[in-house]
């Protein structure tokens, strides 16, 4: 069992950053991989970005190429995601997820645990 709690969410305006941090309990995530999700008001939980085991392997959606960087430090047992550049559309509440396995993995129907989720929003 991992429990995930994610932390760092706030308000913002347009253009600044912040950083989120999701920090595990349970078991070491050096044997999971590790995602961020998205669910803004109205809509569908969405992918943000996921990191392999290591780290060595992200994926990001195409929305936050180049603005967001997930990273990881297996031996705090936390994973991270810096958003910089923020944009009103990025306003959200951001889930942390976990999946025992070491392949980066980007769909969420894949990720057994979950954290309660963080809000960000974005002012413009």
């Known amino acids: 069992q991992v429990q995930l709690v994610e932390s760092g969410g706030g308000l913002v305006q347009a253009g600044g950053s912040l950083r989120l941090s999701c920090a595990a309990s349970g078991r070491s995530i050096s044997s999971y991989a590790m995602g961020w999700f998205r669910q803004a008001p109205g809509k569908e939980r969405e992918f943000v970005a996921a990191?392999?085991?290591?780290?060595?392997?992200?994926e990001y959606a195409d929305s936050v190429k180049g603005r967001f960087t997930i990273f990881r430090d297996n031996a705090k047992n936390t994973v991270y995601l810096q958003m910089n550049s923020l944009k009103n559309e990025d306003t959200a509440v951001y889930y942390c997820a976990a999946n025992y396995g070491y392949i980066v993995v980007v769909t969420s129907t894949q990720y057994r645990y979950w954290g309660q989720g963080t809000q960000v929003t974005v002012s413009s």
């Open positions: 990191s392999d085991w290591s780290g060595g392997r992200t």
